[in-house]
């Protein structure tokens, strides 16, 4: 159990969550081993299996306060959300352009944003390492996804920019064991694998991965827009599409850049992860801890954004580009800015 800023996580697997007049109380064995007021809370994030009572979902519902469920592993299984601001207009609008040829032009945006953000992090693999790491496989690697970026620029329809983007992410990966520096043997990466994941790495983005879905779709219902309806991902029941429209920008910077980090300044270890049966990699209780605190602790790292050249904290990123997408939506502006790594 642990508050970082406004988010609560809840990490012991059996602990149970109830509520007392305003406030989350946290249940383990029988016993009260935490208690917080809901009001200083923005977000609940549970890594048990017993779950929540009726009354305090009921709590945070009426506070606007998200709870999203997850496996002791971190496997996501729901979220509950309360009431979201916003209004009629703002979402027709948002579903009237989901077979637009703006949702394409959006897609092209983001999609471009998330190539450009891998070139960016491969450089700075190169400047920082150069003397360490396979430079001359990496400028190929840049060079090559370069070259299907161009492509996405010409590209006229979604499908094609879903194709080159798939190309591209798998690119990037080819070289993402290169950027590991440390712990090599125990941290080594092949490709990008999920459901389940059988490696650390991958253990440790898809974990990530998750949390940034989390923050990404609480921004998007604050600023009143549909969080489940995405203008590159698909619909499907239960699945955020716009959340991860969204995410595609942001999972280098936010998310690949701490992985990479946490391993090379040898933060988290072996010893954190167990190997089932099945060769599913999962974190153990120790592990999750040091991922929390570390990811909210590089959120509080202040950058300037490209866009609104203001300087603003990590962790209120999402919150900017859903503000920045309310805007596109509603015919503020006449593109939506995605966030770019700074060079």
């Not at 994941?197 to 991965?209: A, G, H, I, Q, R």
């Not at 990590?314 to 939506?336: C, F, K, T, W």
């Amino acid at each position: 159990m642990k508050k970082l800023l406004n988010t609560l996580y809840i990490t012991k697997e059996k602990a149970y969550l109830s509520k007392e007049g305003t406030n989350v109380v946290i249940i383990d064995d029988n016993v009260e081993i935490g208690r917080y007021p809901i009001h200083i809370l923005n977000s609940i994030i549970c890594f048990n299996y017993l779950g929540a009572s009726p009354s305090l979902i009921r709590l945070c519902s009426e506070n606007n306060v998200g709870i999203s469920f997850l496996t002791p592993q971190g496997k996501f299984c729901g979220r509950v959300i309360g009431k979201e601001n916003g209004n009629v207009l703002l979402r027709r609008r948002q579903y009237s352009m989901t077979d637009s040829a703006e949702s394409v032009d959006f897609v092209r945006n983001i999609i471009y944003a998330k190539g450009l953000n891998s070139k960016r992090i491969l450089r700075r693999g190169i400047l920082d390492h150069g003397n360490k790491i396979d430079s001359m496989k990496i400028k190929q690697k840049i060079t090559e996804i370069g070259n299907y970026l161009e492509k996405i620029k010409r590209a006229k329809d979604k499908d094609t920019i879903r194709g080159y983007e798939g190309i591209i992410a798998k690119t990037y990966f080819d070289c993402f064991d290169d950027l590991i520096l440390q712990q090599k043997n125990e941290f080594c990466f092949r490709e990008r694998n999920k459901r389940p994941p059988e490696d650390n790495v991958n253990s440790m983005l898809s974990l990530l991965y998750t949390f940034l879905a989390h923050d990404v779709g609480s921004a998007l219902s604050s600023v009143g827009i549909d969080s489940y309806v995405g203008f590159m991902h698909t619909d499907r029941p239960g699945r955020m599409s716009m959340a991860l429209d969204i995410m595609e920008e942001l999972r280098g910077f936010m998310v690949d850049r701490t992985v990479l980090s946490m391993i090379n300044l040898n933060i988290i270890a072996k010893n954190d992860f167990e190997t089932k049966e099945s060769n599913a990699v999962l974190i153990k209780e120790s592990g999750r801890k040091k991922i929390i605190e570390y990811w909210q602790k590089r959120k509080q790292i202040e950058i300037m954004h490209p866009y609104l050249k203001e300087r603003v904290k990590i962790g209120l990123l999402p919150h900017v580009q859903a503000m920045l997408l309310n805007r596109y939506i509603s015919g503020d502006i006449e593109a939506y800015p995605p966030f770019l790594i700074k060079e």
